[in-house]
T-cell receptor, first 115, second 113 residues
Framework: DAGITQSPRHKVTETGTPVTLRCHQTENHRYMYWYRQDPGHGLRLIHYSYGVKDTDKGEVSDGYSVSRSKTEDFLLTLESATSSQTSVYFC??????????????FGPGTRLTVL | GNSVTQMEGPVTLSEEAFLTINCTYTATGYPSLFWYVQYPGEGLQLLLKATKADDKGSNKGFEATYRKETTSFHLEKGSVQVSDSAVYFCALGFTSGTYKYIFGTGTRLKVLA
């Protein structure tokens, strides 16, 4: 268990509203990732972080921003949600202490519906 | 660029049947290869991995061999169970600035009793 939680687990919102998803980890992992999962696309990387205040864009970052003000929390914000952002969002960490650097572990996901 | 292609599902098998899920990749450099499994309503779990050519990853009766000559990493299991019903993702890990992953589109497996 890599100690990853996501909140909320489910959210329904309306087009144009801001939404923030939270990923929380308890084991001081440096690397954190946000993905979205959509049918026919698998998982696609939105943003990632390699340390506090160190973030970078993934392949589908348009319309999303992230922040990491402390090691344990990685926030994903949709500034103005659109229906195309309806998806399941997964947070992941990489490099469990004492384990291989390239193994990635996932949170339980957040199902977001934008009406 | 790097990419992963895996067979489309769904795959429907009877219990105790042999399973193969095909995965091929394109990559520069020396990526690592992974299979993840996702059960309904859950996140992805690492099933097995291989970090260099000819390595075989194995776990819970599943196996996959990193074949550089055919750029493949096919998932196999000799005798599937109903509890193996899930979505399986092939993934490629590589370094580009930081360490990143590319996932296939997933293959849904349904095993019938």
């Amino acid at each position: 268990d890599a100690g990853i939680t996501q909140s909320p687990r489910h959210k329904v919102t309306e087009t144009g509203t801001p939404v923030t998803l939270r990923c929380h980890q308890t084991e001081n992992h440096r690397y954190m990732y946000w993905y979205r999962q959509d049918p026919g696309h698998g998982l696609r990387l939105i943003h990632y972080s390699y340390g506090v205040k160190d973030t970078d864009k993934g392949e589908v970052s348009d319309g999303y921003s992230v922040s990491r003000s402390k090691t344990e929390d990685f926030l994903l914000t949709l500034e103005s949600a659109t229906s195309s952002q309806t998806s399941v969002y997964f947070c992941a960490i990489r490099g469990v202490a004492g384990g291989p650097y390239n193994e990635q572990f996932f949170g339980p996901g957040t199902r977001l519906t934008v009406l | 660029g790097n990419s992963v292609t895996q067979m489309e599902g769904p795959v429907t098998l009877s219990e105790e049947a042999f399973l193969t899920i095909n995965c091929t990749y394109t990559a520069t450099g020396y990526p690592s290869l992974f299979w993840y499994v996702q059960y309904p309503g859950e996140g992805l779990q690492l099933l097995l991995k291989a970090t260099k050519a000819d390595d075989k990853g194995s776990n819970k009766g599943f196996e996959a061999t990193y074949r550089k000559e055919t750029t493949s990493f096919h998932l196999e299991k000799g005798s599937v169970q109903v509890s193996d019903s899930a979505v399986y993702f092939c993934a490629l890990g590589f370094t580009s600035g930081t360490y990143k992953y590319i996932f296939g589109t997933g293959t849904r497996l349904k095993v019938l009793a």
